[in-house]
Nanobody, 127 residues
Framework: QVQLAESGGGLVQVGDSLRLSCAAS????????MGWFRQTPGQEREYLSA????????YYADSVKGRFTISRDSAKNTLYLHMSSLKLEDTAEYYC????????????????????WGQGTQVTVSS
């Protein structure tokens, strides 16, 4: 019954900032990771960032490191992705996902590792 719901997408201009949210519910797991991915039509889903929920350890793809920041509010069961200095190439549908880590953790950059996905929120960057 895990449900993930993204929000916060919209139409912005080059150079703008935007914060995406992902509300999680229905999970009863003691250890898990949450991640952000994005996808454009006809393209493979691209890994962006992930966070280990309990420790707060973060992971970033090289393509967004220094520009995007992942965080979470445990009390609200909400994941965030703060995006700065947005570029035209950031236009995509953004998804949050949950990975149930085992003893060895989660291979956070691999989409197949994630058991649950939200429906996505569209981010469009225009000039």
């Amino acid at each position: 019954q895990v449900q993930l719901a993204e929000s916060g997408g919209g139409l912005v201009q080059v150079g703008d900032s935007l914060r995406l949210s992902c509300a999680a519910s229905g999970h009863t797991f003691s250890r898990y990771y949450m991640g952000w991915f994005r996808q454009t039509p006809g393209q493979e889903r691209e890994y962006l960032s992930a966070i280990e929920w309990i420790t707060g350890t973060t992971y970033y793809a090289d393509s967004v490191k220094g520009r995007f920041t992942i965080s979470r509010d445990s009390a609200k069961n909400t994941l965030y992705l703060h995006m700065s200095s947005l570029k035209l190439e950031d236009t995509a549908e953004y998804y949050c996902a949950m990975c149930l880590g085992g003893p060895g953790g989660c291979h956070v950059s691999l989409s197949d590792e994630y058991a649950f996905w939200g429906q996505g929120t569209q981010v469009t960057v225009s000039s």
